[in-house]
């Protein structure tokens, strides 16, 4: 069975950084793109950045510029979403998800809502 945990999210202060984690199970990521997402309350979810399985990025939202980047780690079966210089409207839920039939990003976010989505991890960002 695949299985998406993500973690690393927490409380940090404007301007502050973290790393999140999404490490699968059941599976391995060599061969997959990976997509990370955010949901903040009352608003829809959202795609972040994708890391194809050639280790190539693709952005979905123009906050990303400059101050999020997406990493892969395969002998950890593992994929990173590092971000900086973060902010209020930045709190969130964060997910990764993962479809077996995408190993290249796709140019639409939308293409992972049938995959395999991990329960989240808690951002946020707050003085």
């Known amino acids: 069975q695949y299985k998406l945990v993500e973690s690393g999210g927490g409380l940090v202060q404007p301007g502050g950084s973290l790393r999140l984690s999404c490490a699968a199970s059941?599976?391995?990521?060599?061969?997959?793109?990976i997509g990370w997402f955010r949901q903040a309350p009352g608003k829809e979810r959202e795609g972040i950045l994708c890391?194809?399985?050639?280790?190539?990025?693709?952005n979905y939202a123009d906050f990303v510029k400059g101050r999020f980047t997406v990493s892969r780690d395969n002998a950890k079966n593992t994929v990173y979403l590092q971000m900086n210089s973060l902010k209020p409207e930045d709190t969130a839920v964060y997910y990764c998800?993962?479809?077996?039939?995408?190993?290249?990003?796709?140019?639409?976010?939308?293409?992972?809502?049938?995959?395999?989505w991990g329960q989240g991890t808690q951002v946020t960002v707050s003085s």
């Open positions: 059941g599976f391995s990521l060599d061969d997959w793109a």
């Open positions: 890391i194809g399985s050639s280790g190539d990025s693709t």
């Open positions: 998800a993962a479809d077996p039939r995408i190993f290249a990003c796709p140019d639409d976010s939308r293409d992972f809502r049938s995959g395999s």
